[in-house]
């Protein structure tokens, strides 16, 4: 007799303190992106210090962000903060001549009620280079949303959409509603008649290119990125334009295109895993009309490729403390590994952007027959180190302030901090997210084969010898 599933989701919430990185952190990998931008950090020494430990780029590398360091004489108003900004800004253009120039605001720069965004207009229009203002500061909850700043931001830089001529918003709206003419003569036409499809999420050329081959296998048409790799090749947004977002933490964004721009969300589950993948192209195809092909098949064609993984990971446990928003995401696909997750914590749950991710998680669980682990948001870290004690998970998922202390207890932990980085978007990368998932359980299993040798010290170097 098998014993029921509770099919809810638990919601809870604690009163921990956020323990993440600075939001600032962002200019790592969008610095990268956007090929022809410059990021300032308008910031206290420490903010320079964290971005130079942070990102370990050496100076003579030039890489394309930099820090305007505020002083005393800046905090106290002594000196005009629109003239200092102005000389780097010349500076800037004079030695790098980017396409647009971002300011990042610091948690300084609230506090002292910076005006930034008063002060921007009115440079860009004298120096004659785009600026950009992103308060990208530690007052979030994760270090992930200094991305959904930054996007939220460039969001009202995009164009309007055009419409050819003779037609128009509601013909677009119309077009939708029906099947397309000549869906399956795929030798007669490339890409089916469907709105504008814009992804927004910054992602390395490569995984953008994977993402646009998998929807073109269902011939839809991306009709741009947000962020694109150029400033000038931002996409075109508007009323009759269709967004849809590739990771968890740009609710911010998502509110933005709606609201502000009047883009139709398509609220889908993050193509995360091969499961997160075929659900998100799901979730796309039908609001066009466009019936999905083979996709059964090469999710299953994923699945077998993990088989060695999969078999190393099956009955293992993990515990998420919360740091990057990538939690319930990561989550999801373990548990369809096979893994028993037992606790989701989040520094910060949007509801209603998840939506659909929450949903899948819930199928997958029943699917797996396993309970649904509570989610709970903003963690005591306490509390939770308590909770790890009594669970004694496999591992713990965590960030990195965290990981010497659980592993001094005998907890293996995994920094979530490289899921961030790690390419771990679309079928292809399953594997990555695995293998670091899996690397610190492999350790242990090479561990546990050394148990039976013995380390000896001889001329300050160490030999193993197998006792008899």
């Known amino acids: ?200 999420g910054s992602l390395p050329s490569n995984l953008v290119s994977q993402l646009d081959t998998e929807l073109r296998r269902q011939f839809i048409k991306v009709s741009g990125w947000l962020p694109a790799q150029r400033y000038a090749d931002l996409p075109s947004l508007g009323d009759g334009v269709y967004v849809c977002g590739v990771n968890p933490f740009l609710g911010r964004t998502a509110t933005t295109l709606i609201r502000r721009k009047k883009c139709e969300l398509i609220v889908a589950p993050f193509p995360i895993g091969p499961d997160g993948t075929r659900a998100w192209i799901e979730r796309i195809c039908p609001l066009f009309g466009i019936e999905t092909q083979n996709l059964e098949e090469r999710e299953e064609r994923i699945w077998e490729s993990l088989k060695d993984y999969l078999d190393l990971v099956r009955g293992k446990s993990v515990f998420f403390m919360g740091d990057n928003l990538l939690e319930i995401s990561l989550a999801r696909f373990l548990i369809r590994c096979g893994m028993i997750v037992y606790e989701i914590g989040i520094p910060y749950m949007d509801k209603r952007y998840q939506a659909a991710e929450l949903a899948l998680l819930k199928d997958t669980c029943i699917k797996m027959c396993i309970p649904i682990p509570r989610i709970v948001e903003k963690p005591d870290n306490s509390n939770q180190i308590r909770r790890m004690r009594e669970l004694q ?36 990368n399953a594997r990555d997210v695995l293998e670091l998932v899996t690397r610190p359980l492999r350790r242990n299993e090479n561990l546990d084969n050394l148990d039976r040798t013995t380390l000896v010290r001889k001329n300050n170097e160490f030999y193993t010898s197998t006792p008899r």
């Open 1 to 200: 007799m098998s014993a029921k599933i509770d099919e809810t989701i638990t919601f809870e919430c604690e009163t921990g303190n956020y323990h993440t990185f600075c939001p600032i952190s962002c200019v790592s990998w969008l610095y990268q992106k956007i090929e022809d931008s410059f990021f300032l950090v308008v910031g206290t020494k420490t903010c320079g210090y964290f971005l130079q430990n942070a990102l370990g780029v050496m100076i003579f590398a030039e890489p394309r962000y930099a820090m305007a360091e505020l002083e005393e004489g800046d905090i106290s108003a002594h000196l005009n903060d629109y003239e200092e900004l102005k000389t780097l800004c010349i500076r800037i253009r004079k030695d790098r001549d980017p396409s647009v120039i971002i300011w990042i605001g610091t948690c300084t720069t609230e506090i002292i009620k910076m005006d930034l965004e008063g002060m921007a207009p009115k440079l860009e229009y004298e120096i004659g280079i785009p600026i950009l203002v992103a308060r990208a500061n530690g007052l979030d909850y994760a270090f992930t949303q200094g991305e959904d700043t930054v996007l939220a931001v460039m969001a009202h830089r995009c164009p309007e959409q055009e419409f050819p001529i003779g037609e128009s918003k509601e013909t677009i709206t119309k077009t939708k509603l029906f099947p397309f003419p000549l869906l399956k003569e795929k030798k007669l036409v490339e890409y089916a008649n469907h709105p504008p499809l814009v992804i927004f």
């Open 393 to 428: 998970p496999d591992l713990a998922i965590t960030g990195m302030a965290h990981a010497n202390p659980l592993g001094a207890r005998g907890i293996d932990t995994k920094w979530s901090v490289e899921f961030t980085f790690a390419q771990i978007h679309g079928f292809a």
